[in-house]
């Protein structure tokens, strides 16, 4: 077999020419000897392309297999060297952080209901002021035909009744400090 290199340098003339052709042989014989020729070069070179890609390939998995094995080394020897120290402090950080973002999810939970519930306030005092007539006038200065405190009475009961109901579902979580 011939390098890859060196075919490149040959003729395909000089090696497609056999000894016993004769120069009085047809031309389509010539023709089908060279093409015969050309396709078992092509085939060849083919074959040893393949034979080289599947041998790099080789290479290459023994390299990704020592890298690998390299990394999983110096983890190790990297865990092997830490203190308990290090350990504790990694573990503790993570637990802090943890208790952390939920005492903030709970903050964010109780903030979110304050909101719904003073939403709800701010609607049950536009359906009285509708009822009083729709003026922006200041309560305070309303006759006692518009405003009584009768209306401000129960509308602020009310409220209380819906605070009574939200947090009788649920533990207050800014008063809940256990993890």
């Known amino acids: 077999m011939l390098p890859l290199s ?8 000089i090696l497609c020419n056999q000894p016993n052709a004769k120069e009085d042989d047809d031309q389509v014989k010539i023709t089908r000897a060279k093409d015969t020729c050309r396709r078992r070069i092509y085939r ?12 790099q390939v080789e290479h290459l998995k023994g390299e990704l297999s020592r890298i690998r094995h390299i990394k999983e080394m110096e983890k190790a020897k990297f865990d092997a060297e830490q203190k308990p120290e290090f350990w504790f402090w990694k573990s503790s950080t993570a637990a802090q ?9 709970r903050e964010h939970e109780a903030l979110k209901r304050a909101v719904d519930i003073q939403t709800t306030y701010i609607k049950s005092l536009e359906i009285v002021r ?17 405003f009584s405190e009768d209306i401000e009475t129960t509308v602020f009961e009310e409220f209380i009744q819906e605070v009574d109901v939200d947090f009788s579902n649920d533990q207050d979580p800014l008063l809940d400090f256990s993890y």
């Not at 060196?6 to 003339?13: G, I, K, R, T, W």
């Not at 509708?130 to 518009?146: C, R």
């Open 6 to 13: 060196s075919l490149a340098d040959f003729d395909v003339e």
């Open 44 to 55: 060849w070179i083919l074959r040893s392309e393949r034979n080289e890609l599947r041998q």
């Open 97 to 105: 952080q943890y208790h952390q973002r939920r005492l903030v999810e």
């Open 130 to 146: 509708q009822e009083v007539g729709g003026s922006l006038v200041d309560p305070i200065n309303l006759p006692g035909d518009y």
